[in-house]
């Protein structure tokens, strides 16, 4: 965790937010903090409909906290990569013991693409970890016998879903709810 902590926050802030989505993702918090108003989020002064709130939240709290930096703002999807690896490494565990958990870890902490979209504040990161939670939830909630364990996988599977659908809209429930629509099936 410390070693994948390290590699998703090194120099997050030593470079400046790139025109275009990094902007766009930064501005709109940004505009949140400004103006006192985190129900509707606005991007340069105009209403912004376009995706759901939740990673802007996030942003904002984020540069609350931090300050209004590009640090603060790209903190949010590192954050988001390390939490995906360790709940990678938990289902693992769960699922294969203590070696396959850690191999998976492994497998998504070092892969290009998991590590570039961990550090550039877009709301894909969110979105994969998210709809991840919400797989691994289902999954290790249909091998346990009914009980309170089993009963709390699914408040987190409900949980995940609904964060996920306000992190990029109904995708953030169809497709993982197709997959396990498909998997009942």
């Known amino acids: 965790a410390v070693l994948f902590g390290l590699l998703f926050f090194f120099r997050l802030g030593s470079y400046p937010l790139g025109t275009g989505d990094e902007g766009r993702y930064a501005e709109i918090p940004r505009e949140m903090i400004a103006s006192g108003d985190w129900v509707v989020p606005r991007l340069n002064g105009v209403y912004y409909f376009e995706k759901p709130p939740l990673m802007y939240w996030l942003t904002a709290i984020s540069e609350t906290v931090f300050g209004q930096n590009a640090w603060a703002v790209r ?8 939490a995906g690896v360790l709940l990678t490494y938990a289902a693992g565990r769960a ?12 497998v998504l902490g070092t892969s290009l693409l998991y590590f570039a979209i961990g550090r550039i504040p877009l709301l894909d990161m969110g979105l994969s970890v ?6 691994f939830c289902f999954l290790l909630a249909v091998r346990e016998p009914p009980g309170r364990r089993r009963r709390l996988l699914f408040y987190g599977l409900y949980a995940s879903a609904a964060l996920a659908t306000l992190t990029k809209g109904l995708i953030g429930f169809l497709v993982s709810g197709a997959v396990m629509f498909l998997w009942l099936l």
Do not use: Q
């Not at 998210?130 to 797989?135: G, P, S, V």
């Open 95 to 106: 699922l294969r013991g203590r070696e396959g958990g850690f191999l998976s870890a492994l």
């Open 75 to 82: 903190a949010v999807p590192a954050a988001l990569a390390l």
């Open 130 to 135: 998210l709809m991840a939670a919400t797989l």
